[in-house]
């Protein structure tokens, strides 16, 4: 599958709704569907998989297998099964496809080549859009006893009493009885179900299809969430008029099996779309005509072409009174041109009284009337919109909305007025009443003339549309659209359907454009005839601005005329609102907007981007984008697991479409900026949060294993090791181990909040993690993996060193951490091998596991710690504390003897702390060599029993944070000190006295002047 929308079957992408759906954080949804259960959506989401609208993809597939493959440059859609007529695009085939009633306000485009529909209600609709439609009807399922003879043999035997299917919306309406079946199975083993049965009803229209399709008595159930439209479509089209509804499972049984479809499937057969495939078609598509000659010709074909029922003369079907009604309407499409809007709509209501509605209570019955009268008045505003096209054809202007009178199909033609409609700006507004006004105020500024501003507000309730209006009103450049779908990227959609410019641009309606924008950006399409334009962009926000821009090669200077390869780092830009597109280079491209929950404009963008011959950068500041405050914006809301997937789902296409060019710059490019940049952001928020589930962070794993496994494994040694190893991890399925990993390097807490403490969990902590992952690395062959030389000394035995030093003597944690020890030192690493053997207790790693544990709690039990470093002229001098119990210490230098210190009487027993002093003479320091102060604590110690196991080897010296370990300069100074990065112990390093340092830069100077001569001579 390809996305929520679409599937491509047998190289032709057909559209079928199955959105992710997840339920509502602590709901009672998640149970398994079973075989008489009505099923719960699962609480982390999937697919919808609803039985009916899978049934489309199955059909195609069946009557194209076999023929020619289609034009790869083809990029025609079939729609055929379900009611997606909302989601069509330009140029798209429509064969047995109907309209959603819940949307049967949305906007068409009037390019869809429409071979069959499903009944003469969407045939109006369409044909009150301008859409050729031919009155040819039926659901394609009708034909799956013709497809597939054997489902006619399964009829025979029955299984089944009765079977009641609910419509997706209404899941639990009938209960989990046995008679019920979940449409939310495998489409075979509803079909197998239904064919078992020896009555069918609910409220799925597709049970109550394929019911029709193989002879079950049926009946349908009056819906109480869906909009009655597609099934009184359906009924009508296969010459069913007075159906009627019953309420309940009982009343269906009770009224019987309702008549059987009169439709003529063959008619339907043919109507197939085979072209798509590559056939020769049967039956042309072609352009739609004039407005007026096509709509008149639609009726009489409506008038003419219905199906009738047996029982009826074609003059009392409903087809025919149908269209009867819409002819009455007629006269007000010529004349429309001419109206006020006053007097359109009391024209409208006039010919509604006189009969356009009366016919739809044919198609009604009883149990429908609550619903009815919503219906009728909806045709009556599908009329009205008919006429409403024609008057704005016609150059008229309605309150608050402008259009040109250009052709559907054509932009950039001249309008009634001669001028040329240049340019299209599309703003998508929702609850921006904020900042709208500065939004428009800037764009209407812009010095382009022939501007359209297509402004798509998408449901806003905080007064934005009327804002929208007041301008619209002033200003007839501004139409308002009211998007029906909700979300921003069909907001773009209807925006670009709606287009008349020869230039489409985009535009959020909350940022600004500043002035001179547009006219540069226009200039250059017309001067280059390149098919994209940018410029740069600022943000901004109510405390900074910045340049996002200032280290992209791409915007570091004007071009014209260039390709994508030519300068890949346009890749790093995909917004869609500081660019300039040629319109019909957008639509033949058929570039669409995915309505996902984050990064709708990234995949469209690299579409464009390698679809594009030519593009140009001008030397400009075309946008100021606005980080809102808040939790208003997209932005603000880019943290969220829903949020993350959506963007690496659309980063994974990306990451299909830049791999397909096999172009090396290009995929090097990309794969930087996935896990260098864009990416890594998404990825590092995702795991720094603290509410992961373990199904959010499986679905992340596998979408960062799949972008992975697209980019060469350069792309991941590019990158800091830190991120590298993250990313490893993350591409295993290890979410928890990156995440704990990112956390402990930076001293947060990554781990889900509900997650145990490492006590709780046994598991050893840091040190077992750190186990997990050296021990990850020694057994993978992945490229992706770094090599442990390249991260062991610097991130692995610091951590080794942290849990030496600051463990407890925990059973669980020291035994992970012995294991992390062992794991280290077997590798063959020498840098590591030799940081591991610096840590003092470490020093001797052929001790078995008891010997090495025993010292390691014998230095934490001894607690040495430095409170203060002193120079003197003679020595270093050091105070510090160490535990009451150790009644001897000494001070361990490498090479030398043992220096004793001094314990002191003050003990603070609260704290169990003695203080301590010694000094170091600088006889006893090797000159210009840097040692770490080692302690030793004696082996008769009569103190714990890990004290005693210590004997005379040394153990760490900790320098505590608050304590100063390195010493201000001094030029008579005889000591270097500061802190060991690794032990946190105290380094010292012994300097020649300051006489003899003194001599030997007179030395060197002496010898460089003399240098200096012999070469002047």
């Known amino acids: 599958m390809h996305n929520d929308l679409e599937e491509l079957v047998n190289g032709v992408t057909t559209v079928r709704w199955n959105p992710v759906r997840r339920a509502d954080p602590g709901s009672d949804e998640g149970a398994e569907e079973g075989a008489g259960d009505a099923a719960h959506v699962p609480p982390h989401g999937r697919a919808v998989a609803n039985f009916g609208d899978l049934l489309g993809p199955l059909l195609v597939e069946r009557l194209s297998s076999g023929i020619v493959d289609p034009d790869p440059v083809q990029r025609r859609r079939v729609l055929s099964v379900g009611s997606v ?16 009633g819940k949307v049967v306000d949305q906007h068409l485009p009037t390019t869809l080549d429409v071979r069959a529909v499903r009944g003469p209600l969407t045939r109006g609709v369409l044909l009150a859009h301008g859409i050729e439609t031919p009155p040819v009807y039926g659901d394609p399922v009708l034909l799956l006893p013709r497809l597939w003879p054997e489902l006619l043999d399964s009829t025979r035997l029955k299984t089944r009493e009765l079977s009641v299917v609910p419509n997706l919306n209404e899941l639990d309406r009938f209960g989990t009885g046995s008679e019920v079946l979940s449409p ?39 819906p109480a969430t869906e909009d009655p439209f597609k099934y009184i479509d359906y009924y009508a089209g296969t010459g069913r008029t007075g ?66 029922p047996a029982e009826e003369t074609p003059e009392e079907s409903a087809a025919h009174r149908r269209a009867q009604a819409l002819s009455r309407l007629e006269p007000l499409a010529h004349r429309a041109a001419g109206l006020t809007d006053a007097e359109l709509r009391v024209a409208v209501a006039s010919a509604s009284a006189a009969g356009a509605d009366a016919p739809l209570a044919a198609v009604s019955d009883p149990p429908l009337d609550a619903a009815t009268p919503r219906f009728h008045s909806e045709a009556a505003g599908l009329a009205t919109r008919s006429a409403g096209e024609q008057r704005r054809r016609s150059g008229s202007h309605a309150i608050g909305e402008r259009t040109s009178a250009l052709a559907p199909d054509a932009a950039g033609t001249p309008t009634a007025a001669g001028t040329e409609c240049l340019l299209s700006v599309i703003i998508t507004t929702h609850d921006v009443v904020a900042w709208i006004g500065e939004t428009l105020a800037s764009v209407l500024a812009q010095d382009v003339p022939g501007m359209e501003v297509l402004v798509v507000d998408d449901h806003s309730v905080d007064g934005t549309r009327d804002a929208l209006l007041a301008v619209a009103s002033t200003d007839d450049r501004v139409r308002v659209i009211d998007a029906v779908t909700r979300g921003g990227a069909n907001a773009r959609n209807v925006g670009i359907d709606n287009a008349a410019g020869r230039f489409l641009i985009f535009c959020d309606g909350d940022d600004i454009v500043p002035d001179g924008a547009y006219a540069a950006l226009v200039a250059s399409l017309e001067a280059s005839g390149s098919e994209i334009a940018f410029g740069d962009y600022l943000k901004f926000s109510p405390t900074r601005t910045w340049r996002p821009t200032q280290n992209w090669p791409a915007y570091a200077r004007a071009r014209t005329a260039f390709s994508a390869e030519q300068v890949p780092s346009i890749l790093r830009g995909r917004a869609c609102w500081n660019k300039a597109f040629r319109t019909d280079f957008w639509r033949a491209t058929g570039i669409r907007f995915p309505e996902v929950p984050r990064s709708n404009d990234i995949v469209p963008m690299i579409t464009a981007y390698l679809a594009a011959n030519t593009i140009d950068v001008v030397d400009d500041v075309v946008y100021l984008y606005r980080e809102r405050p808040g939790a208003s914006s997209m932005t603000s809301k880019a943290s969220s697991a829903t949020a993350i997937i959506s963007y690496l789902t659309q980063e994974l296409e990306c990451a299909r479409l830049i791999t397909a060019t096999q172009s090396p710059a290009l995929v090097i490019e990309y794969g930087s900026l996935v896990f260098e940049a864009d990416g890594w952001v998404h990825i590092e928020r995702f795991l720094s949060a603290a509410d992961r589930s373990a199904d959010e962070s499986s679905e992340i794993a596998a979408l960062v294993r799949a972008l992975a496994d697209l980019l060469p494994a350069a792309s991941f040694r590019r990158i800091p090791v830190t991120r590298r190893l993250a990313l490893a991890l993350v591409t295993e399925g290890r979410v928890d181990e990156a995440s704990r990993m990112l956390g402990t390097l930076s001293g947060t807490a990554a781990a889900p909040a509900s997650a145990p403490s490492s006590a709780q969990r046994g598991d050893g902590g840091a040190a077992a993690l750190w186990t997990g992952v050296v021990e990850a690395l020694s057994l993978s062959n992945d490229l992706r993996m770094p090599p442990f030389a390249e991260f062991g000394a610097r991130l692995v035995v610091p951590a080794i060193a942290r849990a030496v030093r600051d463990g407890d003597d925990d059973g669980r944690a020291d035994a992970a951490l012995l294991r992390l020890i062992r794991a280290v030192d077997g590798q063959s690493d020498a ?46 001098d050091l105070h510090g504390t160490v535990a009451c119990e150790v009644s001897a210490l000494a001070l361990a230098i490498p090479g030398r003897p043992d220096i004793a210190a001094s314990l002191g009487d003050d003990n603070d027993t609260d704290l169990g702390m003695r203080s301590w002093t010694a000094r170091i003479p ?96």
């Open 85 to 100: 007529l909302h989601f069509a695009r330009h140029g798209d085939i429509v064969w047995g496809t109907g309209v959603n």
């Open 184 to 222: 939310l199975r495998d489409p075979w083993v509803v079909i197998r179900d239904l064919a078992a049965s020896e009555f069918v009803t609910g409220t799925s229209l597709h049970a109550l299809v394929i019911a029709d399709a193989l002879g079950i008595p049926c009946r349908p159930i009056v």
């Open 243 to 308: 159906i009627r509804f019953a309420t309940s499972p009982a009343e269906a049984l009770e009224l019987g099996a309702i008549d059987a479809p009169e439709v003529d499937l063959d008619r339907l057969l043919v109507a197939f779309p085979g072209d798509a495939w590559g056939a020769t078609p049967d039956a042309p598509g072609g352009r739609p005509r004039d407005f007026i000659a096509l709509h008149t010709a639609g009726l009489e074909a409506l008038s003419s072409g219905a199906a009738v």
């Open 831 to 876: 840098a590591s091998g030799a940081a591991l053997r610096s840590i003092p207790e470490l020093a001797d790693l052929e001790l078995d596991d008891r010997g090495l544990l025993e010292k390691i709690r014998a230095s934490r039990a001894a607690r040495v710690r430095i409170t203060s470093v002193a120079p003197s002229s003679t020595g270093l």
């Open 922 to 1017: 600088v006889s006893e320091l090797s000159l210009g060599r840097r040692i770490v102060v080692q302690a030793v604590v004696p082996s008769d110690d009569a103190t714990a029993d890990a004290a005693k196991a210590c004997g005379t080897t040394a153990i760490a010296i900790t320098v505590p944070e608050e304590t100063t370990a390195s010493l201000p300069y001094d030029p008579y100074a005889r000591f270097f000190t500061g802190r060991d990065p690794l032990t946190h112990g105290l380094w010292v390093e012994s300097r020649r006295h300051w006489l003899v340092r003194g001599g030997l830069r007179q030395l060197r100077g002496l010898r460089r002047r003399a240098a200096g001569g012999i070469r002047r001579a």
